[in-house]
């Protein structure tokens, strides 16, 4: 597959990983791509490279437009080494180019590499002339790290923005507009799996881009398709997911052991669905965690169901749950439920961890003893309605 140009002299010479299936902890079905961009001018600039196995792969494409060793500059936004991991010997290729990054970046990059390299560092509205146009610099940091840096193009309207705004997907396009109606879900799974937590961030950053008044024509991220066509949908997007915008969607999330968990998760499911809330029962063995998360993000209710084991929760629940803090998903009621044998103990341990971690919890709770007799199933299925009223109330 041939580099792409997006703009007059600029170009896509990135990889793409059809195969990868797991992005730390993130399933990713449908593969991903690591972008980088080549700009042609008088002096020629790489921003960002890709994951170290890549290299050669990215250096196919840039040899098609130019002779490597022509490139001046190499733009650095993010040390993670799904952009940084062929920088070391795309220098080597190259000589010996500048290579311009933020201050934490220059650190992260020197512990990475060990390398002596011609660096220069930029900071926030520092701008770069490398001839007919001017590259500015806007740190945006821990949108991914704290060393990320967005690379904005005033000539092209072209913002380079890194891993806000990317999406996990392997695909024979470059654009969002070729590429059919799936993009916003993969845009929704990577937020919820790896920005949420930063909400506050960007929408400090929305506006700070905002206040600057910057045109932006097209968003380029270091991940997935390109935003051709209406950039500002997915800039849209991320106000309203870090805003915590929902409709009154609820999901049960469980596991069983003996079956007794999920009769009450399905019977909390009916409660809901009899009071005409959109509901999903979300198992945890069936279910990766990040699409848990995922479906997690449009929700305003959270039930969590978990049966006793050695008087606590499920393991599938504690690691969901460990999962879930971290990603601090704001402005969600959650409720519990559960079942146990003799000590009980999930009910309890779930809600510890949920305390810890200040979310809002119902205050009602619901524990089966061993099987659930017709008595207690009608008792889910009123705690089920009561969650829903609460919630389309809120
Ligand atoms: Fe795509 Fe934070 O790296």
């Known amino acids: 597959m041939e580099a792409v140009e997006l703009k007059k002299g600029i170009y896509w010479v990135g990889a793409i990983d059809w195969n990868v299936r797991d992005f730390h902890g993130y399933s990713t079905p449908h593969g991903t791509t690591y972008n980088a961009y080549l700009i042609l001018d008088e002096k020629n600039v790489l921003v960002d490279t890709v994951k170290a196995p890549f290299y050669l792969e990215m250096l196919g494409r840039i040899s098609e437009i130019i002779d490597p060793s022509k490139i001046d500059v190499v733009v650095s936004n993010h040390v993670e080494m799904d952009h940084s991991g062929a920088l070391p010997q795309m220098v080597d290729r190259i000589g010996d180019p500048t290579v311009i990054t933020s201050e934490r970046g220059q650190k992260g990059l020197a512990k990475h590499y060990k390398k002596p390299l011609r660096w220069k560092v930029v900071k926030t509205g520092e701008a770069f002339s490398i001839g007919s146009r001017t590259l500015t610099f806007l740190e945006a940091p821990m949108l991914h790290w704290p060393d990320s840096m967005f690379t904005y193009i005033k000539e092209d309207q072209l913002l380079l923005p890194n891993d806000a705004f990317g999406q996990h997907v392997a695909s024979s396009q470059r654009f969002e507009d070729e590429a059919g109606g799936e993009v916003m879900k993969h845009a929704a799974k990577y937020y919820a799996n790896i920005l949420w937590p930063l909400a506050p961030l960007i929408l400090k950053k929305v506006e700070e881009v905002t206040r600057m008044g910057i045109p932006i024509d097209m968003i380029a991220p270091s991940h997935g398709l390109i935003w051709r066509k209406n950039p500002g949908r997915i800039v849209e997007a991320y106000v309203d997911w870090s805003r915590g915008k929902v409709g009154n969607k609820i999901l049960v999330i469980y596991d069983t052991m003996w079956g007794s968990t999920e009769s009450i998760a399905r019977a909390i499911l009916n409660?809901?669905?009899?009071?005409?809330?959109e509901a999903r029962l979300l198992h945890l063995r069936s279910n990766h965690r990040s699409d848990v998360i995922e479906e997690m993000l449009e929700a305003k209710g959270v039930l969590l169901g978990s049966p006793t084991l050695n008087n606590?929760?499920?393991?599938?629940m504690a690691d969901f749950l460990t999962y879930m803090k971290g990603l601090r998903p704001k402005g969600k009621l959650f409720g519990l439920f559960g079942s146990?044998?003799?000590g009980g103990g999930a009910v309890k341990e779930m809600r510890k961890v949920l305390e810890q971690?200040?979310?809002?919890?119902?205050?009602?709770?619901?524990?089966?003893q061993y099987v659930p007799d017709p008595e207690e199933v009608k008792s889910a299925i009123q705690f089920g309605r009561e969650?829903?009223?609460k919630i389309r109330e809120a």
């Open 271 to 277: 409660g809901l669905v009899e009071e005409r809330v």
């Open 312 to 316: 606590g929760m499920f393991p599938s």
């Open 387 to 389: 969650f829903a009223r």
């Open 340 to 342: 146990h044998g003799w």
């Open 357 to 368: 971690e200040k979310f809002e919890i119902w205050e009602k709770e619901l524990s089966v």
